[in-house]
């Protein structure tokens, strides 16, 4: 699956990706099924996805990806994150 990524942001040497998650179900050939978009809080950019499959297979593709070339650096003292 190729999907234009969200903004990534790298503190010091670690990667950092966050979204707001929506969650609903819809009732679809009489059962129902959960729908779900992300929103990324840095662009606004926002993806939906049809399933919880769908929605986990970009969440894993996100994570394994090597250093994106949209990642925003910004350097810290703090090692809350």
């Known amino acids: 699956m190729d999907h234009p990524?969200?903004?990534t942001v790298?503190?010091?040497?670690?990667r950092y990706l966050s979204y707001m998650l929506?969650?609903?179900?819809?009732?679809?050939d009489g059962e129902l099924t959960w729908r779900a978009s992300l929103e990324s809080p840095?662009?606004?950019?926002?993806r939906g996805?049809?399933?919880?499959a769908v929605?986990?297979?970009f969440l894993e593709e996100q994570t394994r990806?090597?250093?994106p070339a949209s990642a925003?650096?910004?350097?810290?003292?703090?090692?809350a994150m």
Not at 42 to 46: D, K, P, W
Not at 49 to 52: G, K, M, V, Y
Request: net charge negative.
């Open 5 to 7: 990524q969200f903004a």
């Open 10 to 14: 790298t503190i010091g040497s670690r």
């Open 22 to 28: 929506r969650l609903w179900q819809v009732q679809e």
């Open 42 to 46: 840095q662009t606004g950019e926002r």
């Open 49 to 52: 996805f049809s399933n919880l």
């Open 55 to 57: 929605l986990f297979a």
């Open 65 to 67: 990806c090597a250093e």
């Open 72 to 79: 925003q650096v910004f350097h810290s003292d703090s090692q």
